[in-house]
Every structure is written in C-alpha cells, then in structure tokens.
C-alpha cells in the first residue's frame, strides 16, 4: 500500500471512530448523572428514614415511662453525612421516681451507608432534676460530644469527651474540669459471661473543688484545690435490672455486685497514687473497699503537712524515716511506697493512718 492509500485508509478510519468515541462521552455524561442523581435521591430517602426513626423511637419510649419532646428537627449534613440537629430535647421519666433532662441543642450524624456508629455533640447547659432530690444539678460544657455503636438491642459501646465543664447543684459554686474522657466498650463476651461484667473506664484533668468549699476544706488547703489526674479503669460485676432508681443499684448490692478497678491513678499536689482493688457499697449505700497502693511523693506530702502545721515537726522526721525505711527502690534511685487503701464506715485509711471521712452518699434513696 502505498503512502497516499495509507493516509487514505486513516482518514476513513478517524470519520468512522468519531461518532463513536462521541457517544462514548456522552454515554459516560449520562451515566455520571445517573450516578449524582441517584446518590441524591438515596441520601434524602435514608435521611428521611432516619428522621422517621427518631420519631418512632421517641414515641416507643412512652411505654417504657419516659417523656420526651423537643423544639423540632433540622436535617443537614449533605452530601457525605446525615445531620439530625434536635433543638433542645427534654427527657422525663414520669411515675413515682421523676426524672428529667433538659439539654441543648443535640445534633446526631453518621454517614448515609453506615448508621450503626453515630457521632454526637451537646455543647451548652444540661439541667437533671430529680437525680438526687429536688435539688436541680447543672452542668455546662464548653465542649460535650462522644459517639455510640447502635443494633436492635440498643446501644452497645460509646464514648463521651467533655472540656470545660462545671457542675452546679442549685446555686452553690462549681465544682469544675478541664477534660473529661469516659468509655463504655465491652466486649461480647463480657456481657454474656456469669455474672455479666460492664467495663468503664475514666480519665479526668484539673478537677477542682469550688474556691469557698475547698476554704473549709482541711485537706485542700494542704494540698491544693485541684486534683491534676484522675484515672479509673474498672468492671462492673453483676446483673444490672431494669427498674426505677434505686432499684437498679441496690439490686446488684443484693446480688453480689462487685466494682473491679483493674487500675486507678492520682496526681494530687505532690502525690501520686497507683493501685488496684474492689469496691461496693454497704447496707446503708455508702461505699466500701479495698486497694493495694504504690505511692510516690510521700515525703513531700509530710512536708506539705507539717508546713501546714497539721503535724510538728519532730512528728513529720519520725515519719519520714519511718517512711524510709519501708520505701522500696534501687539505691540512690526513686523510692515508693507500697501500702493497703481501704475505705470503711467512710474513713479513707492508708494502712493504720486515718487520712480523711467522706461525706455521707444519701443518691440510694428513691427520687421525689
């Protein structure tokens, strides 16, 4: 063939290709609209599914005793995400024990093609009235949100973040926090096991007492006001009833109820504490347990008293050798203690020493 029939043979080649390759496109157009649209009209059937089954859902509480309304809901959150922005919810458990939540704004969100783990947020002011008595608590966040794994036997695992918060009882001063981490993830495992076990774990910062109840408080004007870490790694052991409060609580005592605290740790002042143990709640509801205890920054905890003039000062150096003698560590390195914690009849005691009482817990009695 020769060089002119060659280009020839193309020519004709590129006329009969054109037509097609244009339909190519435009297959490829239509189908790409086909695909946008079609993805509108899914995102808008789940969100309207989704609005559909929070209603429901509230209208199924009312069996259970619980009272809910609400100022309206907004949906948003496209393309990627369904957004149910709940205005100002309030939850009532009506009947003998009456118990209500009033909260801001609550917005809900989870992806179109994943609705079991659902993101949340509540940043604002929480009001509980009938927790306790009638006493309101208040408590407001400058950040509160978390997220939960849902399936047909409700919610399964979560967990909660909250930074800046402060917590009222009526008009009393704060009680305030820096951070708050809380997580609620069992496994399958645990929640069938006998007796079924709920693990929990929590992790505070800069927990502080208001300004004029740590005046009067002994212990904070040694130490500080502020507690700088709080952990708390534990499992609730026992079966946990479905009834109005206090029910539920004195139910698991009845039953043998445990608390597992697999570890806690605390940083007050200049004492730091690590430990494990168990822990329940007696007869009249107060708490009871006992833990093992690694202690670091004793010794200027002695110090910390005896400037405070808690104990003299030949008192605080027969202490700290005593204190010496018992620490354990390499030598010419850190030393700790390790010592029993118990709390009995609300005494915290270390080993003999009677550190502090707690205040009565009167939370067991039925709400008003």
Do not use: C
């Not at 069996?63 to 100022?71: M, N």
């Not at 609620?184 to 109840?213: C, H, K, N, Q, V």
């Not at 002695?302 to 104990?311: H, K």
């Not at 914690?341 to 009167?362: A, E, I």
């Amino acid at each position: 063939m020769g060089e002119i029939e060659l280009q020839a043979a193309l020519k004709s080649f590129a006329r009969r290709a054109r037509p097609k390759a244009r339909s190519i496109r435009r297959a490829a157009v239509v189908m790409t609209l086909v695909l946008i649209l079609g993805y509108i009209a899914f995102w808008f059937i789940v969100a309207a599914s989704v609005e559909r089954r929070v209603v429901e859902w509230t209208e199924a509480r009312r069996a259970e005793g619980l009272e809910i309304t609400h100022g309206g809901i907004a949906t948003g959150g496209f393309p990627f995400t369904i957004e149910l922005k709940i205005a100002e919810p309030v939850i009532t458990r009506v009947g003998d024990s009456r118990v209500s939540w009033t909260a801001p704004d609550l917005v809900l969100a989870a992806p179109p093609w994943s609705l079991a783990r659902i993101k949340w947020r509540a940043p604002g002011r929480h009001v509980f009235a009938g927790a306790v008595d009638a006493t309101p608590l208040t408590l407001t966040a400058t950040g509160l949100e978390g997220w939960a794994e849902a399936s047909s036997g409700g919610i399964q695992r979560w967990e909660a973040w909250l930074t800046g918060g402060a917590l009222t009882r009526g008009g009393a001063e704060p009680v305030s926090v820096r951070a708050l981490l809380i997580q609620y993830l069992p496994r399958a495992e645990d929640l069938r096991a006998d007796p079924p076990r709920r693990p929990l774990s929590i992790d505070t910062t800069g927990l502080a007492l208001p300004e004029e109840e740590a005046k009067q408080n002994p212990l904070a004007q040694i130490m500080g006001s502020e507690i700088g870490r709080l952990t708390l790694d534990l499992s609730l052991v026992g079966p946990i009833a479905k009834a109005p409060w206090p029910g539920p609580a004195l139910g698991w005592r009845d039953a043998g109820g445990v608390l597992e605290i697999k570890s806690f740790g605390l940083s007050y002042g200049p004492l730091n504490l690590a430990g494990e143990g168990t822990a329940t709640i007696d007869r009249d509801g107060q708490p009871i347990g006992a833990f093992f205890a690694k202690i670091t920054g004793y010794a200027e905890t002695v110090e910390a008293f005896r400037t405070a003039s808690v104990i003299d000062r030949d008192a605080a150096a027969s202490i700290q050798v005593v204190l010496g003698v018992l620490a354990r560590g390499p030598a010419g390195g850190p030393k700790h203690l390790e010592a029993p914690l118990t709390v009995q009849d609300r005494t915290v005691s270390l080993g003999p020493l009677k550190l502090f009482r707690l205040k009565p817990v009167d939370w067991f009695r039925p709400n008003p």
